[in-house]
């Protein structure tokens, strides 16, 4: 398992009964998480000092329960990258830190080049992918369905220091959008993917992540550059092994390279406990 352990500003201080004790900068909350199956706590006290707990609802759904108050949004620092960290609806606070682990292998990928490179970052959400992107040198083009998390990527890029960069924001569905570049003959060097297990866009589009995903990497295989640097697929979807996503990548991409699948985790603080939080499938030439 690839760990993101070169954090500072995030660490898990506890998990326990289907719950994990996290360290947002100087603010600590308690979020659920379904992996998080075994019932002892390591550090019963620390779970006093959380400002805010993410409780679920039995219908479905759920809210958040502050026992301190806390500022709307605060920021946090992965090296040199800045994000902006806000308590959502359904558990979330706008970035997935695991993702560090992606974010270190493509800066390294694209300061190794010599030249420019173009990203194409589809559900690119709040974009912490095209910020590592762009403050590695490569001109990056951010995909999303949602208006408010492009939004939200733009304060990311603003706060890392990248507003004068080359970052183009599309708000559109990710498979129209794929085709439309097709038509336009537009290519790009490195594909990033992180798509969700089930979506319905606006126009009542319906996602289905196994029905779906071969057929979107097939697709972008057609707006891949003659010299690709690397194709990467994200996936929390329950049930898939990675193996499957190195399976299609053998499969649809037909350059020759280097294909590779995994797991990605968080470690625990003073412990040797680790959290599996998603899986990936890289193609790299």
């Known amino acids: 398992m690839n760990l993101a352990n070169n954090w500072k500003d995030y660490e898990i201080l506890d998990m326990a009964d289907g719950e994990k004790l996290e360290r947002w900068g100087n603010i600590q909350l308690i979020r659920p998480d379904p992996q998080i199956i075994w019932?002892?706590?390591?550090?019963?006290?620390?779970?006093?000092?959380?400002?805010?707990?993410?409780?679920?609802?039995?219908?479905?759904?759920?809210?958040?329960?502050?026992?301190?108050?806390?500022?709307?949004?605060?920021?946090?620092?992965?090296?040199?990258?800045?994000?902006n960290i806000k308590p959502m609806g359904f558990k979330h606070t706008g970035l997935f830190p695991e993702q560090a682990v992606n974010w270190d292998w493509?800066?390294?990928?694209?300061?190794?080049?010599?030249?420019?490179?173009?990203?194409?970052?589809?559900?690119?959400?709040?974009?912490?992918?095209t910020v590592a992107c762009s403050y590695a040198g490569a001109e990056v083009c951010h995909v999303d369905s949602s208006k408010g998390m492009v939004a939200w990527a733009k304060e990311n890029a603003i706060?890392?220091?990248?507003?004068?960069?080359?970052?183009?924001?599309?708000?559109?569905?990710?498979?129209?959008?794929?085709?439309?570049?097709?038509?336009?003959?537009?290519?790009?060097d490195g594909i990033i993917m992180d798509p969700p297990s089930y979506g319905r866009g606006k126009n009542g589009e319906v996602w289905q992540f196994e029905n779906n995903i071969s057929d979107l990497v097939e697709l972008c295989t057609e707006v891949m550059s003659d010299n690709p640097l690397f194709f990467l697929i994200n996936s929390y979807t329950t049930g898939i092994s990675s193996k499957v996503l190195e399976n299609i990548l053998n499969l649809k991409i037909k350059i020759k390279g280097k294909v590779t699948s995994g797991e990605i985790g968080l470690p625990m603080k003073n412990s040797n406990l680790v959290l599996p939080c998603g899986i990936f499938g890289r193609w790299e030439n």
Not at 58 to 80: A, C, H, R, T, V
Not at 107 to 124: D, P, T, V
Not at 159 to 188: A, C, P
């Open 106 to 129: 493509m800066i390294n990928k694209i300061k190794s080049e010599k030249r420019e490179i173009k990203i194409l970052n589809l559900f690119a959400y709040t974009g912490g992918a």
């Open 159 to 188: 706060s890392s220091g990248l507003s004068d960069k080359k970052i183009r924001y599309i708000i559109d569905d990710v498979t129209k959008f794929v085709n439309r570049e097709i038509r336009r003959g537009n290519k790009y």
């Open 39 to 83: 019932k002892e706590k390591s550090f019963p006290e620390k779970w006093k000092n959380a400002n805010a707990r993410y409780n679920r609802s039995s219908l479905g759904g759920g809210g958040w329960k502050y026992n301190k108050k806390l500022p709307e949004s605060w920021q946090i620092k992965y090296k040199d990258l800045t994000f």
